[in-house]
C-alpha cells in the first residue's frame, strides 16, 4: 500500500484536528453575540423606555397634581379675600394652572401606558376645561357682595371636581407604574437570564483555553497569541455583556426611588389640601353662619383631621428635597439606559475574536498543506 493510499482523507488526522477545532472556536463565537447582544439589547431597550417615558411622565403626574393643589389654594385664598391679589382669583393661580397645562403635556408625550393612559390625559383635560370654568364663575360672583354665598357654592362645587381630576390622575401614574414595573421586572431582567449569555462566554473561553494547551503541547510552543488575545476578548465581552445585569439592578432602584418620591409628594399634597380645605370651611361659616352650615364645614374639614399649621398661606410648589429626589430618580434611571455602546462594541469584540482565531490557526493549518 502507498504512502497516498494510507494519508487520510483530509491529508493528516491533526490537521482535521485543527479545522474542527477552527470551527468550535468559530460557531461558538456566533452563539456567544447572538445570546450576550439579545440579552444586552434586551434589558437596554426597556432601560431606555424607563429613562425616556415612564420616569418622565411619572414625575410629570405629580407636577401635575402639585400645580393643581396650589393653584386651587390660591384661589381660595385670594377670592376668600375678595380678589385683593391683582384681582380675580390671582396670578398664583392662573401661573400653576398653566404649569399644570403644561405637565400634563408632558405627561401626554411621555405616556408609557399607550390608549389607557391617552384617554385618561383626554378626560383629565376635559375636566380641567371645568374647573377653571366654575373657578372663573366663582371670580364673577365674589365681586358682587351680595353673591358671595354663591361664589362659596362654586369653589365648594370646583373643589369637588379638582379631587376628581386628582384622583384620575392619581390612577393614570398607577398606570404609568405598572409600565415601569413591566419594564423592570420581565425576562430580560431576570437574573436567571444571565445564564442565557454567560455559558456560551464561559464555553468560549475554556475552548480557547484548552485549544491553547492542545497547540502548545502538540505543536511544542510556549504561545499562540491570538488566541490569547482571543481570550482576552472573551473575558471583555462577559464584563461589557455584564452590564445589562447593572442596569437591570438600576431600573429596580428606580422603582424604590418612585416610592420614596410618592412619600414626599404625599406629604405636600396632604398640606396643601388642607390649607385648601379649611380657607373653604371658613369662607361658608362667614357666608351661612357657623350652626346653619355646621355639617359643610364639617365634611370639608373631614378629610384632614389636623388643621394647616398656617392656615391660609399658600405653598409655593416642590422643596429642596423634593427637586433632589426627583434628580435623584431621573439621573438613576438615565444611568440605566446609558448602555455605553456594548451595543457596537459586543459586535465589534466577536469579530475580533473570529479574526484572532483565523489568525492563530493560520500558521498552524499552514504546516499540514495537502500534497
Not at 30 to 57: H, K, M, Q, W, Y
Not at 182 to 207: H, I, K, S, Y
Not at 279 to 295: M, P
Request: glycine share 8%; net charge neutral.
Amino acid at each position: 500500500m502507498t504512502a497516498d493510499a494510507r494519508r487520510p482523507p483530509w491529508g493528516s488526522t491533526t490537521r482535521q484536528t485543527l479545522v474542527r477545532l477552527r470551527g468550535w472556536l468559530l460557531g461558538v463565537t456566533a452563539v456567544t453575540l447572538a445570546t450576550g447582544l439579545t440579552v444586552f439589547l434586551g434589558v437596554a431597550g426597556n432601560a431606555d423606555i424607563a429613562a425616556e417615558r415612564s420616569v418622565p411622565a411619572i414625575l410629570a403626574s405629580y407636577d401635575a397634581q402639585d400645580a393643581l393643589r396650589n393653584a386651587h389654594l390660591a384661589a381660595v385664598d385670594n377670592l376668600s379675600r375678595g380678589g385683593v391679589v391683582l384681582g380675580g382669583p390671582g396670578v398664583e393661580y392662573q401661573r400653576q394652572i398653566a404649569a399644570a397645562g403644561q405637565f400634563l403635556t408632558l405627561v401626554a408625550e411621555n405616556n408609557a401606558a399607550r390608549d389607557k393612559g391617552t384617554r385618561d390625559i383626554q378626560t383629565i383635560e376635559a375636566l380641567l376645561v371645568t374647573y377653571t370654568g366654575l373657578i372663573g364663575q366663582a371670580d364673577a360672583r365674589f365681586r358682587d357682595a351680595e353673591l358671595g354665598a354663591l361664589g362659596v357654592a362654586a369653589l365648594r362645587e370646583a373643589a369637588s371636581l379638582l379631587n376628581d381630576i386628582l384622583d384620575r390622575l392619581q390612577d393614570l401614574r398607577d398606570k404609568q407604574r405598572d409600565a415601569l414595573d413591566a419594564q423592570a421586572d420581565n425576562l430580560w431582567t431576570n437574573e436567571r437570564t444571565t445564564v442565557v449569555w454567560l455559558l456560551p462566554m464561559v464555553t468560549l473561553g475554556v475552548l480557547l483555553v484548552w485549544t491553547q494547551a492542545y497547540l502548545t503541547r502538540r505543536f511544542r510552543r510556549t504561545a499562540n497569541v491570538p488566541l490569547l488575545l482571543a481570550t482576552a476578548a472573551v473575558v471583555g465581552m462577559m464584563g461589557l455583556t455584564g452590564l445589562s445585569n447593572l442596569s437591570a439592578d438600576k431600573l429596580d432602584e428606580a422603582q424604590a426611588g418612585v416610592r420614596r418620591v410618592d412619600g414626599s409628594r404625599e406629604r405636600q399634597a396632604v398640606d396643601v389640601g388642607s390649607r385648601a380645605a379649611y380657607g373653604l370651611a371658613d369662607q361658608v361659616e362667614k357666608q351661612c353662619g357657623k350652626v346653619a352650615c355646621v355639617d359643610t364645614t364639617a365634611a370639608l374639614r373631614r378629610s384632614f383631621p389636623s388643621p394647616p399649621p398656617t392656615p391660609g398661606a399658600v405653598a409655593g410648589g416642590t422643596n429642596d428635597a423634593e427637586v433632589a429626589a426627583n434628580d435623584a430618580l431621573t439621573n438613576v434611571a438615565d444611568d440605566a439606559a446609558n448602555s455605553r455602546r456594548g451595543e457596537v462594541l459586543l459586535p465589534v469584540l466577536a469579530l475580533v475574536i473570529a479574526g484572532l482565531v483565523l489568525l492563530g490557526f493560520q500558521p498552524r493549518l499552514a504546516e499540514y498543506v495537502r500534497r
